[in-house]
């Protein structure tokens, strides 16, 4: 989603400058907004660094690559303009190659027929060389930014997705949308207000408020329903079929580079396998969400399989020192070799230094981002009094 907003966020501050100041001397004069810019920039990374720095650096530790091939390359995922203006098809089912989809892409009849018409009219203004108010202005930008949401979702724009290549990291054209409606239902708002700043009588403001209003409800008000229901408990949810599908089913996106294929089947409770059978004794285990524990009486020389896959920096100790294990290629699960004895197993995902320092640096922000509320908040009630 920062893919999707960050270009249409750079084209609405830029316009902000033009709008304010009027020339490029005045605008590149502004040292302190840019200050104030790039510290709110800085703050929104420091306060996600703890997940997008990891996510940058470490992604290609996983099978990142499986999320834009075959079914999830951008180029099968484009919208038809019939689906985009026209149809009013609603679904809740998936998003398929070709127009056959069975989700819904439409804008909203409303959301583009309104602003559109009002657009056209301030086109014949501005061909008239008649004045046209700021906010009108703006209302030509919102919608010219709706209008290149759009035109991102559609097919004619794969020479934009091959030119900028980041923005196929956002995988789905049709995520654009988000920005598309939220454009559109703003122009939408704002369309309505200027041309209801030109009516004079109150009577017909309130009744073409009435009208859209209903309008907006009757076209859409089949879309309030669920399409199926059924009954279903959460004890049905959360065992049988159901809760080994939520269990077991993932992405390969998710998957560690150490591992071949993705397991087919729900893992064990700690252990995954004991090889030769019978010739250990597990008990006492426990698990956590980046540990795992376990005690073992092991009677011959013996593998274990953890129900675990591997991830950089997994650590195995046995009895609090370090000991070495091997990854199986098949499913990446840590694989421990013991000798005849008693072994106390301890599990623990450890921190990479990226993602210690990614660590550091949210909890500075957060910190540094409380104590100036606290401190605006003390001082705004020092004043009061």
């Known amino acids: 989603m920062l893919l999707v907003f960050s270009g249409f966020s750079l084209l609405w501050t830029l316009f902000c400058f033009w709008q304010k100041y009027r020339s490029p001397k005045l605008i590149f004069k502004q040292t302190n907004t840019y200050f104030l810019l790039v510290k709110s920039a800085l703050l929104a990374i420091g306060l996600s660094a703890f997940y997008t720095l990891p996510v940058i650096f470490e992604a290609g530790l996983t099978k990142i690559d499986s999320m834009f091939q075959g079914y999830y390359n951008y180029e099968v995922h484009f919208v038809s303009l019939y689906q985009l203006f026209i149809s009013n098809f609603w679904g809740d089912g998936p998003s398929v190659w070709g127009t056959e989809d069975g989700m819904p892409f439409m804008v909203g009849y409303l959301h583009w027929i309104i602003p559109s018409a009002v657009i056209l009219y301030t086109v014949y203004l501005i061909i008239k060389r008649h004045k046209i108010s700021k906010l009108t202005k703006t209302n030509i930008l919102i919608f010219s930014l709706a209008t290149l949401a759009t035109f991102m979702s559609h097919a004619r724009s794969i020479f934009m997705w091959k030119s900028l290549t980041p923005i196929q990291k956002v995988q789905f054209p049709w995520r654009f949308l988000n920005l598309s409606i939220f454009f559109y239902s703003i122009s939408a708002a704002?369309?309505?207000?200027?041309?209801?700043?030109?009516?004079?009588?109150?009577?017909?403001?309130?009744?073409?408020?009435?009208?859209?209003?209903?309008?907006?409800?009757?076209?859409?008000?089949?879309?309030?329903?669920?399409?199926?229901?059924?009954?279903?408990?959460?004890?049905?949810?959360?065992?049988?079929?159901?809760?080994?599908?939520?269990?077991?089913?993932?992405?390969?996106?998710?998957?560690?580079?150490?591992?071949?294929?993705?397991?087919?089947?729900?893992?064990?409770?700690?252990?995954?396998?004991?090889?030769?059978?019978?010739?250990?004794?597990?008990?006492?285990?426990?698990?956590?969400?980046?540990?795992?524990?376990?005690?073992?009486?092991?009677?011959?020389?013996?593998?274990?399989?953890?129900?675990?896959?591997?991830?950089?920096?997994?650590?195995?100790?046995?009895?609090?020192?370090?000991?070495?294990?091997?990854?199986?290629?098949?499913?990446?699960?840590?694989?421990?070799?013991?000798?005849?004895?008693?072994?106390?197993i301890y599990i623990k995902l450890t921190n990479t230094p990226i993602r210690t320092i990614s660590n550091i640096i949210s909890l500075l922000t957060w910190t540094s981002l409380s104590f100036y509320l606290f401190k605006s908040y003390v001082q705004s009630r020092s004043k009061k009094h």
Do not use: C
């Open 190 to 344: 704002l369309s309505i207000y200027i041309v209801f700043k030109h009516i004079k009588s109150k009577k017909l403001k309130k009744s073409l408020y009435i009208l859209i209003i209903s309008s907006l409800l009757i076209v859409n008000l089949r879309y309030f329903k669920p399409i199926t229901s059924g009954p279903l408990t959460d004890e049905q949810k959360f065992s049988g079929l159901a809760w080994q599908n939520q269990t077991t089913s993932g992405i390969y996106d998710y998957l560690p580079k150490t591992a071949r294929i993705a397991a087919l089947s729900k893992a064990n409770f700690v252990v995954d396998d004991i090889i030769p059978p019978a010739s250990a004794q597990i008990y006492g285990a426990k698990k956590g969400t980046d540990w795992l524990f376990f005690n073992t009486n092991v009677y011959s020389p013996t593998s274990i399989t953890i129900a675990q896959l591997y991830f950089p920096n997994f650590k195995i100790y046995d009895f609090g020192k370090a000991v070495d294990f091997q990854i199986e290629p098949e499913l990446g699960r840590m694989v421990l070799n013991l000798n005849p004895g008693n072994h106390q």
